[in-house]
């Protein structure tokens, strides 16, 4: 991951990180990268499969490091093109991630 990270193969080292099912490796990764900058790259450097799997992710547990999680949360949403999951066939994969995660904001 951290390989990955120093290439800038971000979707790499999501995808490896997402894969350890260890939510403190997820947000290890998003706290070494500068959000700020990193959102607003062009070409977004994440694939909109991997945003959703980060924003399950993130989205599943609130109650630690809930500052992080809320801001790429936010980011997260804004970046996944809805479009592509419609063109995709994809939108029941979509529809369960979002509601999960707004029931856990609302928890």
Known sequence: ILADLKTKSFD???TKALMTQNIET???LCQQIKEEDFFY???FPLSQSVLLALL???GSDLHENK????SWIQRISIKLDIGYFK???LLPH???VLEEV???LNA
Do not use: C, G, Y
């Not at 500052?67 to 809320?70: C, F």
């Open 94 to 96: 979509l529809v369960p």
């Open 41 to 43: 790259t062009d070409p």
């Open 12 to 14: 790499d080292a999501f």
């Open 67 to 70: 500052d992080i999680k809320l």
């Open 87 to 89: 063109k995709e066939s």
């Open 56 to 58: 399950q992710q993130l």
């Open 26 to 28: 997820v947000v290890w």
């Open 102 to 104: 707004q029931k856990n």
